[in-house]
């Protein structure tokens, strides 16, 4: 009797065994194909582009956006009124403090374009209905990635080429007005190689020419160290 208890006991040990190391083998490959989910999770992102999330981010805020105000446009509300109204307390505070298109100053041609690109793209207004349309037509290959090829996928309506060269058309009307020929100075230090060098020259002076007033009058004097 007792020997059959002493081998009783023994097959419920085994048992026992067996059992925590079919957990054991079973939260293993639970976790083998979670690391495998997640390789394949972080290679996808990697072929993405660098500022895709920041893009798919602003395009569904968009979206929510132009939602909202078609909805108090149909109940006939105010929606700046509305979304002022169910801001809170710390975007309020970003509100107040956010400067329009401030002016930092010129530093190179890139800063100045780059400038008038986001001053450019925040007077578009899209048009939503086909914004959803080639969203549903595209379907993945809408935000693109590394191995989508755009080529075929998207044509452009004549009224959107319209569009653009009335756009373009109104830019090199604006830049003709600010871009008249000013009176030379023969007097004046030449310190430039071409008329857009001289440009250039002028604007770094204007921004930056109090604080190097001392370097160049040392340059000229020849007792710069």
Do not use: C
Not at 1 to 6: I, L, P, R, T, V
Request: zero cysteines; proline letters at 2%.
């Amino acid at each position: 009797m007792e020997a059959e208890q002493k081998n009783l006991t023994f097959q419920e040990k085994h048992a026992e065994r067996l059992k925590r190391l079919k957990e054991i083998h079973l939260k293993r490959n639970e976790s083998r194909q979670l690391n495998h989910q997640e390789v394949v999770e972080e290679d996808r992102r990697k072929q993405l582009p660098n500022n895709w999330e920041a893009r798919k981010r602003k395009a569904e805020w968009i979206l929510k956006d132009e939602e909202q105000r078609q909805k108090a446009l149909e109940e006939g509300e105010d929606y700046e009124r509305v979304k002022m109204l169910n801001m809170t307390v710390a975007e309020a505070e970003k509100f107040n403090k956010k400067k329009k298109n401030p002016d930092v100053g010129f530093s190179d041609y890139q800063q100045a374009t780059a400038r008038q690109y986001n001053r450019l793209v925040k007077q578009m207004k899209p048009d939503m209905s086909k914004y959803e349309e080639q969203k549903k037509k595209l379907g993945p290959a809408f935000y693109g990635d590394q191995k989508t090829i755009l080529q075929g996928l998207h044509s452009d309506r004549p009224e959107a080429v319209d569009k653009m060269v009335e756009d373009l058309e109104k830019q090199i009307s604006k830049r003709e007005k600010y871009s008249r020929r000013r009176t030379h100075n023969d007097d004046a230090d030449i310190d430039y190689i071409n008329e857009r060098n001289m440009k250039f020259n002028k604007k770094l002076e204007r921004f930056y020419g109090e604080h190097t007033a001392e370097i160049k009058q040392n340059l000229e004097r020849g007792t710069a160290i």
